[in-house]
C-alpha cells in the first residue's frame, strides 16, 4: 500500500524525465490505449478544489471508484484521464470488467496531446522500452490510497462540476 515515504520517492522517481516519442509512436501509445492515467493530489494547482473542478468540467477527466467490498468498507474516488467509450460520463465509476478498457482521451495519432508536465503523475511515471514499458507509479490501489484524505475535496469538485454543467 500507499505510503507518504513512498509518495516522496515517487517525486524523486519523478525528475526523473521518462518521455520518449520515439518509442512511443513505434508501439502507438499501447498503454495510452489501454487505459487512462490516474492522478495524484499533488498534479494538480492549488486550491484542489477549483483546479480538480475545472478538470472534470473540461469532460477530459473523470472520477474512478475503489468499491467499498475492496477497499476496507470505504469508498474512495480518484480522477484518472477519461477512456474514449460511447458511455464515459462525466461522473462515471469505470468497472473495467463491465464497461472494458479503452484507449485515452488525449491519446491522437501523435501520441499525447497534454504537454508532459500537465500529464497525470501515471502517466509521466511510464517508462518507454522497445520491449516493454515500465511503469514507476506503483498500483491502482496506491493512488486510491493517496486520494483517501482528500474525498471531501473531490466530493466538493464533483458537486460543483454536475452543478456548472446543469446550468449549461
Known amino acids: ?12 522517481v519523478e ?3 521518462y518521455e520518449n516519442p520515439t518509442i512511443c509512436a513505434k508501439c502507438g501509445g499501447k498503454c495510452c490505449k489501454d487505459i487512462p492515467g490516474a492522478a495524484l ?23 474512478d471508484q475503489a468499491d467499498h467490498r475492496c477497499n476496507g468498507g470505504v469508498d474512495t474516488y480518484f480522477p484518472r484521464l477519461k477512456q474514449r467509450h460511447p458511455n464515459a460520463k462525466l461522473t462515471e465509476w469505470m468497472d473495467y470488467e463491465e464497461v472494458g478498457r479503452g484507449p485515452c482521451v488525449m491519446l491522437t ?4 496531446s497534454l504537454p508532459y508536465e500537465k500529464r497525470p503523475s501515471e502517466c509521466r511515471l511510464v517508462e518507454p522500452n522497445e520491449i516493454r514499458c515500465v511503469q514507476h507509479a506503483g498500483s491502482r490501489w496506491d493512488f486510491i490510497e493517496a486520494w483517501q484524505p482528500y ?13 456548472a454543467i446543469a446550468l449549461r
Not at 478544489?49 to 469532460?59: F, N, Q, V
Not at 466538493?156 to 452543478?163: F, Q
Open 1 to 12: 500500500m500507499w505510503s507518504w515515504g513512498l509518495a516522496r520517492g515517487m517525486a524523486v
Open 15 to 17: 525528475q526523473a524525465r
Open 41 to 63: 493530489p499533488s498534479d494538480f494547482d492549488e486550491p484542489l478544489i477549483d483546479s480538480l473542478t475545472e478538470a472534470l468540467m473540461s469532460g477530459n477527466w473523470m472520477l
Open 109 to 112: 495519432e501523435n501520441g499525447c
Open 151 to 163: 474525498q471531501n475535496e473531490v466530493s466538493t469538485a464533483l458537486r460543483r462540476a454536475n452543478d
